[in-house]
């Protein structure tokens, strides 16, 4: 007797899928199984297809079903967990879905819509309530203050190559230690300024400045 392995739990009448609507597009999206955003893979246990490409994402060995699965063209979860449907609507980003249709448990649409808005992702396949528009917006930090506070992160992360980057030109023109020395004081003194004040380096013309954001 063959299983029907496509069959849905008693009272699901979908799966929970997700994934770009049919037809062409505005932009260029990939529909290319096994095309993850970095570091993805790594926190699964993945099974993969015959062609070596991620099928089946796994918290652990212990459960024999996935909790998502990759079709390239769509994405499917066993429940409507957060962390997982924050993943998959990762690879949405990453693959270019702009605009995605959802289907499945009402849990599992609201949950992908609520977390699309932070993503500016158009969700079509749910009807948001009053209360799930203000779930998103407490999901959703300020644009203009997440974008500072990833810039003031990605500046303290180059500071360090940026301080040493310094540190061979001033060896290479300035002779004198104790003057080598006095410059360096100064350049740490003006790059603790900068993050203070919000700003981020930026190579230009093969130069390191510092630029305004947000000001």
């Known amino acids: 007797m063959a299983i029907n392995r496509t069959a849905q ?13 049919p ?3 505005k932009a260029p999206v990939s529909r290319r199984k096994g095309d993850l955003p970095e570091g993805l893979e790594a926190k699964y246990l993945v099974e993969h297809d015959r ?12 459960s024999g079903e996935a909790l998502f699965r990759d079709h390239g063209r769509r994405l499917t ?14 690879i949405a980003v990453h693959r270019g879905w702009r605009e995605i249709v959802v289907s499945g ?37 300020p644009r203009k203050t997440a974008r500072k506070d990833e810039d003031r992160i990605r500046a303290e992360n180059q500071a360090p190559t940026r ?10 023109l300035i002779k004198d230690p104790a ?13 603790i300024h900068h993050l203070d004040a919000g700003r981020r380096f930026e190579r230009d013309a093969g130069q390191t400045r510092m630029r305004d954001r947000d000001r």
């Open 9 to 21: 739990p008693p009272g699901r009448e979908t799966e929970n899928s997700l994934g770009p609507p």
């Open 23 to 25: 037809g062409p597009q």
């Open 51 to 62: 062609r070596g490409r991620a099928e089946r994402f796994h918290r652990d060995n212990r």
């Open 77 to 90: 979860a066993r429940e409507p967990y957060p962390d997982v449907v924050r993943d998959m609507l990762r």
């Open 105 to 141: 448990d009402p849990a599992f649409r609201r949950e992908v819509w609520v977390q699309a808005q932070a993503l500016d992702l158009r969700v079509r396949g749910y009807r948001h309530r009053e209360i799930d528009r203000q779930a998103a917006e407490r999901k959703t930090p």
């Open 163 to 172: 301080m040493a980057q310094v540190a061979v030109a001033v060896r290479a």
């Open 179 to 191: 003057a080598r020395e006095r410059l360096m004081q100064r350049a740490v003194a003006r790059v």
